[in-house]
């Protein structure tokens, strides 16, 4: 006699609405099935299985990095990856949630990057140079960076070029996860994105002017009439505030001018 598949009962999570009438498929989560509506991204699916997070979950859109997922489609020997909040499931999914991924997080003091970064990056991430091209980095990046080509520009000490190529790096760590040489792919990209910003990009003059206002304490009035306000005060000059247009031209300037 043939055994009849179980389908564990489920809890219904707090932060979800199915479809009425949405189509359910069976899901495993944590080696458990369970029936999903299909409309669910699998963030969703495991708290409509009735998992909390309490790691694993953030912005909810995309942005974070925090939920990096693993999963097999049944009876398939690919393994996939993604972000939870942003695939939707399919039938048969085995997956299996990253709370976070180890990795390898150096001290560095920004002070030695200031002659010959090239060289100071290379003794704090001496793995980056052990890149063996296999491309498993890229193929994985939810964001559809090409990691393995802004790993190429930090060995050429394309520096710029390397922060300006992973700007988009939610951080969710799945490039790291794959790696067979070992690199902390995306830690080293932050430390490129910090080098750039303090070294390789030009000073913004305007922004030189604006700290010596700061510092001559011309704000402090300003300052000052606004910590006399309640709340609603407040919240009635934040809604009634004279606000940018969506599609302002460049040069744009309020009326009143008065606390720039
Ligand atoms: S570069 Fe790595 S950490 Fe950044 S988004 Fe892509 S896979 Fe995630
Ligand atoms: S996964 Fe690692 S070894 Fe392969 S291309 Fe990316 S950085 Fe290089
Ligand atoms: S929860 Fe932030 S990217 Fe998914």
Redesign the pocket.
Known sequence: MSKKKIIKPLSVGDKTIPPEGAKKIPVYIMGKEYLIPETLTILKAIEYAGYKYTRGCGCRGGICGACAVYYRIKGSYKLKSGLACQTVIEPDMILAQLPFFPVNRPDYKMDVFKEDAHAAFRKIYPEVFK????????RVCPMDID??DY?ALMKRGELKKAAEKSFDCVMCGL?AS????Q?S?FMAAMLVRRINGRYLTPRAEHLKKRKKEVKSGKYEKFLKALRKLSQDELKKLYIEREREPDLSEPGWMPEDTTRL
């Open positions: 890149c063996v091209g296999c491309g498993t980095c890229t990691v393995m790993i490039c794959r790696c067979p040489a690199i792919q």
